[in-house]
């Protein structure tokens, strides 16, 4: 996915059993405790380009991180997933809860008060300031600034926390599930309404040069 960039560490990990990363890149815990399962070795078709893999699997929300090393104790070269960064494109405070919004998807109530607040933003940057989010949506989606079908995912999803429609959902508290189904609904509008313009006005920019 595009919008998702490597996000540096601050200490490069090293391929040992257990991988230091600032953040699970599935739960977004703080420090979180990477087991190493499972180790091997690839080449590529020449034989040549020798790296090593391990597995390592997160204690506190059982997601799966595949790092790579030159050698074992090496410093990680690359691993996946990666971590998310925020597109530099979003308006200010869109991007900025966007990125609090992925730091607490683990808290999933927060994370979706914190969607809510980078789509209103979103929405207030491209004039919609009144009314409710669900409402400023279907206008927008009306005036044809998002696309009909943006407008039946954001039905589809909590935008907000103490949201009672869904007839599915019994005991009313978001799950993580809901958090990351929002965060992906509010990562994709913040894609179609400022990344992707500005990467084409980029692109006609460099064209034209
Ligand atoms: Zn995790």
């Known amino acids: 996915?595009?919008?998702?960039?490597?996000?540096?560490?601050?200490?490069?990990?090293?391929l040992s059993p257990n991988l230091e990363l600032n953040k699970c890149p599935h739960c977004r815990i703080?420090?979180?405790n990477l087991v190493e399962?499972?180790?091997?070795?690839?080449?590529?078709?020449?034989?040549?380009?020798?790296?090593?893999?391990?597995?390592?699997?997160?204690v506190r929300c059982g997601?799966?991180?595949?790092?790579?090393?030159?050698?074992v104790g090496g410093e990680v070269l690359?691993?996946?997933?990666?971590n998310p960064s925020?597109?530099?494109?979003?308006?200010?405070?869109?991007?900025?809860?966007?990125?609090?919004?992925?730091?607490?998807?683990?808290?999933?109530?927060?994370?979706?008060?914190?969607?809510?607040?980078s789509v209103d933003a979103m929405l207030k940057e491209k004039g919609y300031s009144d009314g409710s989010l669900y409402s400023r949506i279907k206008q927008a989606s009306v005036d044809h600034l998002i696309t009909e079908e943006m407008k039946i995912w954001a039905d589809q999803i909590r935008l907000d926390a103490n949201d009672q429609r869904h007839a599915d959902e019994n005991a009313g508290l978001p799950e993580e599930k809901d958090a990351q189904r929002t965060l992906e609904f509010t990562v994709a509008l913040g894609e179609?309404?400022?990344?992707l313009p500005n990467k084409v006005t980029r692109g006609i920019h460099r064209a034209g040069e």
């Open 37 to 58: 399962k499972n180790r091997l070795e690839t080449r590529d078709h020449k034989g040549s380009r020798k790296r090593i893999w391990s597995t390592y699997s997160c």
């Open 86 to 117: 925020v597109d530099e494109s979003l308006p200010n405070k869109a991007k900025a809860f966007l990125k609090q919004a992925f730091d607490t998807v683990h808290a999933p109530a927060g994370c979706i008060m914190l969607c809510a607040s």
């Open 30 to 32: 703080d420090n979180p």
């Open 78 to 82: 690359e691993h996946y997933p990666e």
């Open 1 to 14: 996915m595009c919008y998702v960039a490597n996000q540096i560490e601050i200490d490069m990990p090293t």
């Open 192 to 195: 179609y309404l400022f990344v």
């Open 63 to 71: 997601g799966v991180v595949t790092a790579s090393s030159n050698s």
